[in-house]
């Protein structure tokens, strides 16, 4: 699942290693290949650790102020130094936010004078990862990531590498994996609903939890909503169908064989009635009856169908359900982004089911299709069993792909 993007993910993380940590490795070669100097700074290191060494004062004032930031205490020799040359300016260092090095006038003092870019090292700045988060943008939207998303997950990568320091080859893996799994958190980071609580919730008041699927043909919404019947069955609830995709042909026949296979009572009326006549009639069996969950199915149409569109609102009218999911296929990547948005400005839509994440290696709508529509995907379609639903929890995708 989602190797596509996992891997352009870890190939990014690579690449900006080794680009970092080879500069990195080339810059201390060059100081270190100045006739004269290497020994000139080195010696007058050496005095200034002797002078240092044992000075009680010092080490006073390393206990009284510690360097709380990682960016700053990481400098070594380099805090040690402006320590006896400075002590005001050691005391304005110890701040929260990682300061962007290059503006600092302590600095570029340091690289003009040489002897102490010895000792300094590397500062991420956006020339160094420019061109590798550019081409991270273009692949993540080859695997079908909405352009937004792309841009967004860019940005923010940046905005958390540029400025660090690097100390040794490991921290440009760690800090970059870092920044893609918050750039990710944030995309992923829609308000959810939790299904069980809203299910709970209706069996305490008595009336039915009422869900409506909407989707376009061959998405998988039939055979997800026999999976979300199960979902429910497993957990003691018992729910029931309303075929109410009376439109196309074939459709009461095929909900009906799924309801059959899991044990579930169906609500149907012939082919071409009122859907929105099917739907009531499958509330008002639950309310009879004590169930606590209405499946409603609606025909997959297609979001530019305006009278189509008109009927699955007179549903929405005459039912009032709690949530409307939108279903859609995970491999048409962009399609179901742009059909989510549609059925959304159409009739509202509350949450997402993916189906055939199982079978998706980009991963493209997974990761862009609720931040763009912003509304949770609530599970994903991992197969064709009845038990092959997943809730989607956005921490699990984060893991899933860094
Ligand atoms: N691998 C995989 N296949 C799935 C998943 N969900 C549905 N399918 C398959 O996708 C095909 C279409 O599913 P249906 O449920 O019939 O699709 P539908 O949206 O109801 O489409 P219509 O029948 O045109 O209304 C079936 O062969 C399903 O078994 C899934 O999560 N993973």
């Given at each position: 699942?989602?190797?596509?993007?996992k891997k352009k993910f870890s190939g990014t993380i690579g690449k900006l290693s080794d680009k970092l940590s080879s500069e990195e490795e080339a810059g201390e070669n060059r100081q270190e290949e100045v006739p004269g100097e290497t020994k000139e700074t080195t010696e007058t290191f050496e005095k200034l650790e002797k002078i240092e060494e044992p000075s009680a004062e010092k080490k006073e004032l390393e206990t009284e102020e510690p360097l709380v930031e990682e960016k700053e205490s990481e400098t070594g020799?380099?805090?040690?130094?402006?320590?006896?040359?400075?002590?005001?300016?050691?005391?304005?260092?110890?701040?929260?936010?990682?300061?962007?090095?290059?503006?600092?006038?302590?600095?570029?003092?340091?690289?003009?004078?040489?002897?102490?870019?010895?000792?300094?090292?590397?500062?991420?700045?956006?020339?160094?990862?420019?061109?590798?988060?550019?081409?991270?943008?273009?692949?993540?939207?080859?695997?079908?990531?909405?352009?937004?998303?792309?841009?967004?997950?860019?940005?923010?990568?940046?905005?958390?590498?540029?400025?660090?320091?690097?100390?040794?080859?490991?921290?440009?893996?760690?800090?970059?994996?870092?920044?893609?799994?918050?750039?990710?958190?944030?995309?992923?980071?829609?308000?959810?609903?939790?299904?069980?609580?809203?299910?709970?919730?209706?069996?305490?008041?008595?009336?039915?939890?009422?869900?409506?699927?909407?989707?376009?043909?061959?998405?998988?919404?039939?055979?997800?909503?026999?999976?979300?019947?199960?979902?429910?069955?497993?957990?003691?609830?018992?729910?029931?169908?309303?075929?109410?995709?009376?439109?196309?042909?074939?459709?009461?026949?095929?909900?009906?064989?799924?309801?059959?296979?899991?044990?579930?009572?169906?609500?149907?009326?012939?082919?071409?009635?009122?859907?929105?006549?099917?739907?009531?009639?499958?509330?008002?069996?639950?309310?009879?009856?004590?169930?606590?969950?209405?499946?409603?199915?609606?025909?997959?149409?297609?979001?530019?169908?305006?009278?189509?569109?008109?009927?699955?609102?007179?549903?929405?009218?005459?039912?009032?359900?709690?949530?409307?999911?939108?279903?859609?296929?995970?491999?048409?990547?962009?399609?179901?982004?742009?059909?989510?948005?549609?059925?959304?400005?159409?009739?509202?839509?509350?949450?997402?089911?993916?189906?055939?994440?199982?079978?998706?290696?980009?991963?493209?709508?997974?990761?862009?299709?609720?931040?763009?529509?912003?509304?949770?995907?609530?599970?994903?379609?991992?197969?064709?069993?009845?038990?092959?639903?997943?809730?989607?929890?956005?921490?699990?995708?984060?893991?899933?792909?860094?």
């Amino acid at each position: 699942m989602f190797e596509s993007l996992k891997k352009k993910f870890s190939g990014t993380i690579g690449k900006l290693s080794d680009k970092l940590s080879s500069e990195e490795e080339a810059g201390e070669n060059r100081q270190e290949e100045v006739p004269g100097e290497t020994k000139e700074t080195t010696e007058t290191f050496e005095k200034l650790e002797k002078i240092e060494e044992p000075s009680a004062e010092k080490k006073e004032l390393e206990t009284e102020e510690p360097l709380v930031e990682e960016k700053e205490s990481e400098t070594g020799v380099k805090g040690r130094l402006s320590g006896i040359f400075s002590r005001e300016k050691k005391e304005e260092k110890v701040e929260e936010k990682p300061a962007e090095t290059h503006d600092e006038p302590e600095e570029v003092a340091e690289e003009k004078s040489g002897m102490f870019s010895f000792v300094t090292k590397k500062t991420i700045s956006e020339k160094d990862i420019d061109d590798i988060l550019f081409e991270l943008e273009m692949s993540l939207m080859e695997s079908d990531v909405a352009m937004e998303v792309a841009e967004k997950i860019i940005n923010s990568v940046k905005e958390d590498l540029v400025g660090r320091k690097i100390r040794r080859r490991s921290d440009v893996a760690e800090f970059t994996r870092d920044a893609l799994k918050k750039a990710i958190s944030e995309i992923l980071g829609v308000e959810t609903k939790d299904l069980k609580e809203m299910a709970d919730k209706a069996r305490k008041s008595g009336e039915p939890l009422k869900i409506m699927f909407v989707g376009i043909n061959g998405t998988g919404k039939t055979t997800t909503i026999a999976k979300v019947a199960t979902y429910f069955i497993n957990d003691g609830y018992t729910p029931v169908i309303a075929a109410a995709d009376t439109f196309r042909a074939g459709a009461i026949e095929q909900i009906s064989h799924h309801a059959e296979n899991i044990g579930v009572k169906i609500i149907k009326h012939k082919k071409g009635a009122d859907p929105a006549a099917v739907a009531y009639d499958a509330v008002e069996h639950a309310k009879a009856k004590g169930k606590e969950i209405v499946l409603i199915d609606t025909a997959g149409r297609m979001q530019t169908n305006v009278n189509l569109m008109d009927e699955m609102k007179k549903i929405k009218r005459v039912v009032k359900p709690d949530l409307i999911i939108y279903v859609g296929d995970s491999l048409t990547g962009n399609d179901a982004v742009e059909q989510a948005s549609k059925f959304d400005e159409a009739v509202g839509v509350d949450g997402i089911v993916l189906t055939k994440a199982d079978a998706d290696a980009k991963g493209g709508a997974a990761l862009s299709i609720g931040y763009v529509i912003n509304k949770p995907i609530l599970f994903l379609g991992v197969g064709q069993s009845y038990e092959d639903i997943m809730e989607f929890k956005p921490e699990w995708m984060v893991d899933q792909l860094v």
